[in-house]
């Protein structure tokens, strides 16, 4: 399967933005400001929410580091935010993604959404908008791996594991050994404005 | 896809996806208070039934209202035939009006496909509820969503079709989708109940219940219709059940894990007892539930993507 | 008094070398290699095309009176001009029906009027094609339209003691009865031919055994009654059968086939696209086979048309509510030349057998179907063998556009009819009579 980020590109134009040993502190990283802001350790822990396809392993690495460094057992799952979508008519259909709720639920707790790239910031949208119908929560933040700007929403990251400055004609692959065999992060020249 | 007309050409691939999506969609929405889901927002699904049919339309407009579609039903009572709109008209009205999505209910073989026909560069998406004796194909899906939710997997199963084959939808899109899924499908009917030249369907064709019961994983009863049993197709209603009625006996000669399908309504006593009907292992309200998600996953398949089609 | 014409290059019969044919009064006056052309005639030049009588349709709708936003007998006489007719039979199902003088009276001279073709009304066995009541048989056959064949077509006369009556009666009167055979209790509700195509359609079956259990007591009744008995539209192998019995008792029973129960077959309904919709119903291949070898066997005497305008409406619908038949005069020679010419199955000869020289013995028409040879009234169809055209529904010459054969590239073209030594059409354009041309 194709990276979930947008279009064909030819291999030609392609820059490694993180390396396998980048996305790894990045990751890292992104735990310790969790368990600050969330004060982990004082309150119910957060949970972390996936959004599919590549955000739910990101949630899963997440929620093990978080452990690891404060020995808190993090709720972890997904939500599949393909109903939600605004962009429907433009996309063929995909086959639905698993939403997966840890055994805690959602109301009254903090969630992180979390997702690979924030680019226009409509998948989040359409996260909140699932988040919705499954419970009630106090408080939503929002983590992603890279932030590439280019927002058509007012919607902004809590946690950011790294900003890429980008142009709209270029695509961002993040890609994640649970679903591509290697971690990496590449910029990659879609050239005539890709497939988006 | 644009348009879901018929089972036959449905290629497993395509099949499983629907099947996946109905799953989804069903785990989705359990135990929800609310089962409303923004998917279908701002579109139009009109239903055009030409033949009543409560059960279908319903589960149609449910599945329509839960993905937030705008479902207008249009009941056209009677039969077109020679008097009233045409077909055509009324297609080519429906579609100027704004539908994306009609779905069309018609005792006209082929009137689904004619309407694809007539819709030809549009963007109206068309779904057959039933067209005459041709197919039904929603009805296949939900079957086969069943069989496959109780089964666990279809592929190598055996599954008996029994009743009036010759007159019904169907049967002919399960005989369709049940072999493009790996299914061995048998049907058993008396002769005057099946049609002329169903040697060439990829089925088995007996005339004895009893000797196909005990190999079956599945049983799909058919309607038996009024109508028919004044045709002269056999000579009483009491004889038919005593020959192709799904007793308690019969049903005994089932393995214990094999279902029990009827696309309903049912005729209690005649073609099913009713202890067979109401016993764990028929599962014809499952049939009715999985309807509407499989109808769901129907309209998301055929109307997402609309703009990326050209 | 037309002006004279001569036909210059012809095959006759597509055989042998080309020869000259001069026609003047109605007749052809002189056939020769060469013939100097004397002053003021007509010339066509057929360099090398084949010369054949006029063809002669038992089987034709015409439409008028009552459907005349189909065709009229002024658009029908057109069509047949131009697909190399001379004379047509007007099937007497029209609204009126042609159950009476008055109504045969008023089509013949309708088509006098039009003079393309010579139009011979059909009168119905029974009143309003009821099946119940025979019509006036005698009448009809004494009246200015001197009816010698009567049918129900579009029915069949399904009551065997109507059936016996018609048969006996109509012996006295030369006339043949011609059968829509049909057993109307085996085809209640039928769409389609019974069989493989219907089963997946889900359409009602339309038994073979529908027509030939009809076509063999209809043999049986013709031979005990003496009577001459006309199978239309013949579209099974089973009937051929029976056609074979029959004829080799003795029976007087003639056949025709349509084209297109040549050239298609129930394959077609997969579109569900009622042009394809016509009674009999399109069959198997194997029935397609085996009719065209019928007929060049014989047992099936000729081809007719079944020629069935119908209005847009009436086909542009959900496949039952449509009406059957589809348009045949235009397009009859050149599927004629795809199966059974190009097959090897006929040669020029037995074309004109098939579908001028036997019906025109069937219809008892005693000018038309003749040799082509001096002295012989100059009914005549040129056809260019070589040449191809594509079919288009709305540029064929009847009011209706229902032909099956739309997009089709066909091979052979009429390219000029002559009627009584008159040219009616030529080069794809018809000559009115009367007019400058």
Redesign the interface.
Known sequence: MAPRSRGATGPAAERELLTAGDVARTVARMAHQVIEKTAIGSADPPVLLGIPTRGAPLAARLAERITEFSDVEIPCGSI?IT???DD????????????QLPDTGVDGRIVVLVDDVLFSGRTVRAAL?ALR?VGRPKAVQLAVLVDRGHRELPIRADYVGKNVPTSRHEEVAVLLAEVDDRDAVLLRAAGERGRR | MKHLLAT?GLDAATAT?VL??AD??K??LLG?E?RK????RGRTVITVFYENSTRTRVSFELAGKW?SADVVNVSAGGS???KGE???DTALTLSAAGADCVIIR??????A??LA?WLEGTSTSVINAG?????HPTQALLDAATLRERLGSLDGRRVAIVGDVLHS?VA?SNVHLLTALGVEVVIVAPPTLL???????PVTVSHELDAELPSVDAVMMLRVQAERMHGGFFPSAREYSISYGLSEGRAALLPDHAVVLHPGPMLRGMEIASSVADAPSAAITEQVRNGVHVRMAVL??L???????E | MTKPVMVRGARLYGEGDPVDVLIADGVISRIAAEIEPPAGVELIAAEGQVLLPGFVDLHTHLREPGREDTETVATGSAAAALGGYTAVFAMANTDPVADNAVIVEHVRRAGEAVGLVDVHPVGAVTVGLAGEKLAELGTMAESAAGVRMFSDDGHCVHDPLIMRRALEYSRALGAVIAQHAEEPRLTVGA?AH????????????W?ASAEESIVARDCILAGHAGSRLHICHVSTEGTVDVLRWAKARGTQVSAEVTPHHLLLTDERLR???PVNKVNPPLRTSADATKVAEALAEGVIDCVATDHAPHAV?DK??????ARPGMLGLQTALSIVVSTMVRTGLLGWRDVARVMSERPAEIGRLADQGRPLAEGEPANLALVDPERSWTVRGAELASIAGNTPYEGMELPGVVTATLLRGRITAHSGRISQPGGGD
């Open positions: 599949d109903l939600y979508r429907l008519r433009h996309r063929p259909p995909r086959p639905l993604e698993r939403t908008d119908e | 036959e996806q996946d999506t989804g969609l785990r989705t929800r609310v889901l923004p998917t279908l993905m077109s035939v020679g045409s077909l055509r018609h005792p006209a073989s082929g009137a496909h004619r026909d067209d005459g004796m041709h197919e939808r002919r049609p002329a030249g169903i040697d060439a369907w998301y398949h109307l997402a993507g609309e703009e990326a089609r | 769409q019974e069989g493989e195509q219907a089963a997946r359609l889900g359409l009602s079956g038994p579109t569900y696209d409406q542009d619908c959900e496949w039952s509510a």
